[in-house]
């Protein structure tokens, strides 16, 4: 008697895992499952994403992932599949909890010229060989068309034990890559390399463009990614890296304890947020501390790097970094680093490895309109190791050569007698202005203006010009009775601490908002401005 056997039990025989026709499907896994099944309820599951990532998906489809599961194997879409903002493919978990991938030393997914994506509700959790190749999750484009690959979401997902973290680029050669990419609620930690970064093809000044445009970042989290020990030739180790991006938001993230085993012979360091060959960026509402750096450069909380433009850094906190708390840098004399903000921000005892930094730090080649304002800055060095170990005490705030158009106003500046301001050059006002600044120490006032010191605000004013406003003086040295210099910083300290608790006893203001233009009109926690602001990221006394 013959056995006849059915398509599925023939050795060999492919079976199509969706079916030919129709749609848009959901199709479920489940350990539980069976890859002989169809896929297409949670009664009749498949059992291995290996046979899922099989399917072809086309707009509308999703693939269910049953919540509180482990699933080895990995997942990639290329650019036959998707690709519609209007019906995204949607990857995401069922029932309880997260599904967890497990890929098997390589990337967990990988997107490749394809868009109308969205990822929902996963842990992605790498093995040994992933930590040193594969990426969470990886979304590229070779395209060399100029239209961007529309819609990317990635919401309530977790990367740990990667290469790097999660990665959007445009490789050599494309001409553009994403856009309308949303990135919310996620965790990427314990990551070799990078926890989030976005990367485009080289900038060009002469003919700037960026690959990826309308990108909102919200809520995420980037800590200890710990940089790569090897990789002396570049930069690893951060917490979230924007490169190659127009119009893009980072709000109410946090990125702390990055960078911390990268390269000590690199020339580049890691940052906890920063921004490159970038235009129309906005930093606001973060949380940047204790990143760490390898070698002797960078290790701050936020920067704007190279070629960076038409970029905001407003509402954030950095405190306990090897580096500056903020800098704003160019390396490359392009002429493209120009019109940027730095404002409301507070910076915490920031430059604890690195004293030759600073709280904020700016300086750069061909560097100009740089406007530094309302922020609060407070250093505390008296006991510092490495201060000691370098002779050198950081100051609130550095400045070097290179830049023009810069203006540096109604900010609070305290230590607890290092350098409040210092400086490679003894600057004009036409080229940095200095302006309605309180300078608070509690220990000796120190100055360092070039290669001159100077010991009292009024010595310093007369000496170099700045600190005037039609003739008449502005900035203090009063005492506005910043409770931050003399409490500890928590580990999540309370920004508080940097509210002036009393006003100067000769307030001099340069002006109320209307007859400030770009003044930004709330403070750092959110209250309106007064008629006539005194110094620092927050207003005493205000309603919250």
Excluded at 273 to 287: A, C, F, G, K, Q
Excluded at 402 to 423: C, K
């Amino acid at each position: 008697m013959a056995l006849l056997l059915t398509a599925c039990e023939v050795p060999g025989v492919y079976r199509p895992p969706r079916p030919a026709t129709g749609g848009p499907y959901t199709f479920y896994v489940s350990p539980d499952g069976d890859d002989g099944n169809d896929g297409m309820s949670p009664a009749k599951p498949w059992r291995t994403l290996d046979h899922a990532d099989g399917a072809r998906f086309r707009p509308g489809d999703r693939l269910r992932l049953k919540g509180g599961e482990r699933f080895r194997g990995s997942l990639t879409l290329d650019k036959d599949e998707a690709g519609s903002a209007r019906k995204p493919v949607v990857v995401e978990s069922y029932g309880t909890g997260r599904a967890t991938i497990v890929p098997r030393g390589t990337s967990a997914v990988t997107v490749h010229d394809t868009a109308g994506l969205e990822f929902r509700d996963l842990s992605l959790v790498g093995d040994r060989e992933a930590l040193r190749e594969g990426v969470g999750i990886s979304v590229t484009t070779a395209r060399r068309g100029a239209r961007r690959l529309d819609h990317i979401r990635i919401a309530d997902v977790e990367v740990k034990g990667f290469r790097n973290g999660i990665t959007l680029g445009a490789v050599k050669g494309a001409r553009a890559g994403f856009s309308d990419v949303r990135i919310s609620d996620v965790s990427v930690h314990h990551n070799l390399e990078s926890g989030l970064s976005f990367h485009g093809p080289v900038f060009e000044a002469a003919r700037p463009a960026y690959a990826h445009e309308g990108l909102r970042i919200e809520r995420v989290k980037a800590y200890a990614n710990a940089g790569n020990p090897r990789s002396d030739h570049r930069n690893t180790g951060s917490g979230i890296t924007l490169g190659s991006v127009r119009n893009a938001k980072v709000t109410h993230s946090v990125a702390h304890d990055n960078g911390s085993r990268s390269a000590a012979d690199a020339d580049e360091g890691p940052e906890g947020m920063w921004v490159y060959d970038s235009t129309e960026v906005v930093l606001e509402h973060n949380r940047s501390y204790r990143n760490r750096t390898g070698s002797r450069v960078d290790g701050g909380g936020f920067g704007l790097d190279n070629n960076v433009s038409s970029s905001v850094v407003q509402y954030n906190i950095a405190y306990g970094n090897d580096g500056p708390g903020f800098l704003v840098y160019s390396g490359r004399a392009t002429g493209a680093h120009r019109d940027n903000v730095v404002r409301y921000n507070m910076s915490w005892d920031d430059a604890r490895k690195l004293p030759e930094y600073g709280g904020i730090v700016a300086y750069g080649l061909r560097m100009r309109n740089l406007a530094i304002y309302h922020n609060t800055v407070v250093m505390r060095t008296a006991h510092l190791a490495s201060a000691a170990e370098m002779g050198m005490r950081p100051p609130a705030v550095r400045l070097r050569d290179g830049m023009r158009g810069v203006r540096v106003e109604n900010n609070i500046i305290a230590t607890d007698g290092g350098p409040l301001v210092a400086t490679e050059s003894a600057y004009d006002p036409a080229l940095i202005r200095l302006r309605g600044n309180n300078y608070r120490s509690t220990g000796p006032w120190s100055l360092e203006w070039g290669e001159r010191r100077f010991a009292a605000l009024d010595a310093w004013r007369a000496a170099s010009g700045q600190e005037t406003l039609d003739g008449r003086p502005t900035g203090s040295d009063d005492d506005l009775c910043l409770s931050g210099l003399s409490v500890r910083v928590p580990d999540w300290p309370d920004a508080r601490n940097l509210e002036p608790r009393c006003a100067p006893r000769t307030p001099v203001t340069l002006g109320p908002p209307a007859s400030r233009p770009g003044l930004g009109e709330l403070d750092y926690f959110g209250n309106p401005l007064p008629d006539f602001p005194l110094p620092g990221a927050a207003q005493p006394g205000a309603r919250r």
